[in-house]
């Protein structure tokens, strides 16, 4: 996660399995999300909880985005609700 109100890469917290990043109410931010494999890939992505793409509750079976391999993605609007 990219804060583009102070211009910083946001540090990952892992716990319990998954991955959590701390933003600042009122800042914008980017996602940017790299494949680092040789193969495409379908990433389903949420912010708090909520699919980008849909706006619905996110689940691994929902819409993503396909990544070529080697290739990336910045997303900088999603659904909020």
Do not use: L, Q, R, Y
């Given at each position: 996660m990219f804060d583009r109100h102070a211009a910083a890469t946001l540090p990952v917290y892992p716990s319990s399995g998954r991955r959590y990043i701390?933003?600042?109410?009122?800042h914008e931010y980017a996602v940017r999300i790299r494949n680092t494999t040789g193969a495409r890939v379908l990433v389903v992505t949420s912010v708090?909880?909520?699919?980008?793409?849909?706006?619905d509750t996110a689940a691994p079976s929902q819409a993503g985005y396909v990544l070529d391999p080697?290739?990336?993605?910045?997303?900088?609007g999603w659904r909020k609700s």
């Open positions: 701390v933003g600042t109410p009122g708090d909880g909520v699919n980008v793409v849909s706006g080697w290739g990336s993605v910045e997303i900088i």
